[in-house]
């Protein structure tokens, strides 16, 4: 593959610390005072933390997915999205599958109303956050459908199998099929199969960087224009030494430690060093065969290190068009309406629909 040629549309100069807006959210969140009940959930996950006992990682689990529907419900309240539902046509598809059992995937498809019935439309493949361990496709309907219909994009949003119910590489394997299915059959949705991208955020990073680690080792990038993880769980930097992790990482790296090993990971001694399971292990030669990717982080994120590390390595290998980093932004800002870093986030994708997956490059 040629090497990619970057537009070089993003310098942003970092902020050195949290914008206030977001940091007082925060604070709220670590506090206890976000949610009832969240400070007694927040203690008790802390204990859970320091054991790896089976009982330990089952609780743990279900307070972490409680925890996490407490953002849910901030993002789905929020009247930023008051009449998105209204601007897109909502559909669904599945997606047979037999690697796992017999599997049909579901995906809700979002279609902008002025392109309903038109032919050779963009598609955005998508897959949701939450660790790859919780939440649906549904969390992230809203800012979804509105992110077609402002850039005239068919959104398909992928309900893939989580952890621990379906570990790796099964569940990275469920938005591969989707992809394929999407590629092959695009003359039947309405979708140019020259304009096909892909993306995902956090959790649903990593199964986007997965999903491109299955495209390269079958000599398959070609279906995919342009690959969009976002503060994407990449590799597993949290378990080196937290003395030279961001404050951010030192913070979390007790967590995601327990999300690979315990809850992602199907056999954690011989999956360890697989790229199915940490994407950013993939070797250069791997790396080369990649769909061309805009990496887009944010300073504060937990995961800012590996991420942008990675990004590193695929400039070197000729497939990064953009390193995008939000300054003054933690993770999961892009989905707090109304904040600073959240309204610059939405701007870069918005010329990233514009400039790249519309535009030619």
């Not at 809203?142 to 959104?155: F, T």
């Not at 092959?184 to 140019?192: P, T, V």
């Not at 680690?213 to 969009?228: D, T």
């Not at 995008?324 to 904040?339: D, K, L, Q, R, Y």
Request: charged content about 25%.
């Amino acid at each position: 593959m040629s090497r990619v040629v970057s537009k070089n549309l993003f310098d942003f100069k970092p902020a050195g610390k949290l914008d206030d807006d977001v940091a007082a959210i925060y604070n709220a969140m670590e506090e206890g005072t976000f949610s009832s009940g969240a400070k007694e959930i927040a203690e008790r996950m802390k204990e859970l933390l320091g054991r790896e006992d089976e009982e330990a990682n089952k609780e743990y689990i279900v307070l972490f997915r409680k925890t996490v529907e407490f953002v849910v419900d901030m993002v789905d309240n929020n009247p930023a999205y008051a009449g998105v539902a209204e601007r897109v046509v909502t559909s669904s598809i599945t997606v047979p599958t037999t690697h796992d059992g017999e599997f049909d995937v579901p995906v809700e498809v979002y279609t902008p109303k002025n392109l309903e019935g038109k032919k050779m439309r963009v598609g955005y493949v998508y897959a949701h956050g939450g660790g790859a361990v919780s939440l649906t496709a549904a969390y992230e309907r809203n800012p979804l459908s509105k992110y077609a219909a402002d850039n005239d994009l068919v959104v398909f949003n992928v309900d893939y199998r989580i952890a621990p119910e379906t570990r790796c590489p099964n569940n990275i394997k469920d938005f591969y099929e989707v992809i394929k299915h999407v590629h092959e059959n695009a003359e039947s949705l309405g979708i140019d199969p020259a304009k096909i991208c892909i993306g995902g955020e956090s959790g649903g990073g990593y199964i986007c960087l997965g999903a491109m680690v299955l495209l390269a080792q079958n000599n398959n990038s070609n279906m995919v224009k342009l690959a969009i993880p976002q503060i994407p769980m990449t590799d597993d930097y949290c378990f080196s030494d937290p003395l030279v992790m961001t404050l951010e990482e030192r913070k979390e790296h007790l967590m995601m430690r327990k999300i690979w090993k315990h809850y992602i990971a199907a056999d954690w001694e011989e999956q360890k060093h697989d790229p199915h399971l940490f994407p950013g292990k993939s070797s250069d030669e791997l790396l080369e065969k990649f769909p061309p990717t805009i990496m887009v982080e944010a300073e504060f994120d937990f995961y800012i290190t590996e991420a942008t590390r990675f990004a590193g390595r695929l400039r070197r290998a000729g497939r990064l068009l953009e390193l995008v980093i939000i300054p003054g932004s933690p993770h999961g800002v892009a989905f707090i309406p109304g904040v600073k870093g959240c309204k610059l986030h939405w701007e870069v994708m918005d010329t990233i629909a514009r400039e790249y997956i519309h535009g030619d490059f």
